[in-house]
């Protein structure tokens, strides 16, 4: 059996990595409705903070179990375009997501020191579950972007759901690993000296340890690094969040970096959706690129969700190797996510 299928050479970079203030000065071709499903949590204040910066967002909706009401009312006292409603427990879910030209789902609980992303998965899941099943039923054509970890399982969750109440479209459905590439730009321009709004790094797989694949050969524009300390970098972005969370010393996870990559993420897609042409990102979808399921390659964006695969491009061999190193992981995590969907009662 092949190790890819279809695998084509990138020929278009990824966006830069100061487009979140460049999306701040675009003007917005279409009103969009953004809807944040863990709106009070972590991530999703800050998130929730820069999409009400930009104006490509006329209705932010924010969601919560609790404290949603207070995030709501603080975030609409700023002077920008987007109305902001708030949208607290289970009865107020389907307002919340009614209408969502896209549904952010960074509900859930973090990491904490020793503990791995497979160790959130019980928790996580039926919170994933519960929320794809309400956009399933109330804004089935949404573009849905999931935060929640572990990010290799709670998609396969949420397209399963999708396929349960027949609405299921593969190319609407993402797991934001933007993030990934992010601290992959970040890592690569400090080791040269670079600046980090000229460089990017596309970084391929899932969303957690092994299963993240930075393609530093593909870097734009081209660098040249030993492979010890190509090796070095490829661990430390591999190992990036743990980093994080061991410097939070039980307070918490990556919540500001992982909301600046979600409103990157989200910049992108909306910007696709008022029809601008050219819009790369990463994200972890149902995929034909390797022999598993669902897997991170760029993604040309379009009007519909996924309107190109680009595919995992030309690879070196330490490459191939961090592939094949990351498939079992990623169909161990997969077949999780598709099993707790199989058996909920």
Same mark, same amino acid.
């Given at each position: ?15 830069? *990595?100061? @487009? #979140?203030?460049?999306? &701040? =000065? ?10 944040? +499903? !863990? ?84 928790? *996580?899941? @039926? #919170?994933?579950?519960? &929320? =794809? ?10 573009? +849905? !972007? ?105 307070? !918490? ?93």
């Amino acid at each position: 059996m092949s190790l890819f299928r279809g695998g084509r050479q990138i020929v278009t970079t990824l966006l830069v *990595n100061n @487009s #979140i203030k460049r999306t &701040l =000065a675009t003007s917005a071709k279409k009103d969009a409705k953004v809807c944040v +499903l !863990g709106a009070a949590g972590g991530i999703g204040q800050p998130l929730s903070l820069l999409l009400k910066n930009t104006p490509l967002v006329s209705h932010l909706a924010l969601y919560d179990i609790a404290h949603t009401p207070g995030v709501a009312a603080d975030l609409s006292h700023i002077e920008t375009k987007a109305k902001v409603t708030g949208h607290m427990g289970p009865s107020e879910l389907e307002a919340a997501v009614t209408g969502a030209d896209i549904v952010l789902i960074p509900a859930g609980v973090p990491r904490k020191p020793g503990m791995t992303r497979d160790d959130l998965f019980n928790t *996580n899941a @039926s #919170i994933v579950a519960n &929320l =794809a099943d309400a956009c399933a039923q109330f804004c089935p054509k949404t573009m +849905l !972007g999931i935060i929640t970890n572990p990010v290799n399982s709670t998609v396969p969750i949420a397209s399963e759901v999708f396929k349960n109440r027949g609405v299921y479209d593969p190319k609407r459905i993402f797991g934001i690993t933007t993030l990934d590439i992010v601290r992959a730009n970040t890592f690569i321009a400090e080791a040269r000296g670079l600046d980090v709004s000229k460089v990017s790094v596309p970084v391929i797989g899932g969303h957690s340890g092994v299963t993240i694949i930075p393609l530093i050969s593909q870097t734009t524009p081209p660098l040249s690094f030993p492979q010890e300390e190509r090796e070095r970098l490829s661990r430390r972005i591999q190992n990036a969040g743990t980093e994080v969370v061991e410097a939070k010393a039980g307070a !918490g996870s990556a919540t500001l970096s992982m909301a600046y990559a979600g409103a990157r993420f989200t910049f992108s897609m909306l910007e696709a959706l008022s029809g601008m042409e050219g819009k790369v990102e990463c994200a972890f979808v149902r995929s034909d690129e390797t022999e598993v399921k669902y897997f991170s390659t760029p993604l040309l964006l379009g009007p519909n969700g996924v309107e190109k695969n680009l595919g995992i491009g030309k690879l070196i061999e330490y490459e191939v190797e961090l592939i094949k190193e990351a498939l079992p992981e990623l169909e161990a995590n997969i077949k999780k996510g598709e099993d707790f969907v199989k058996n909920m009662k």
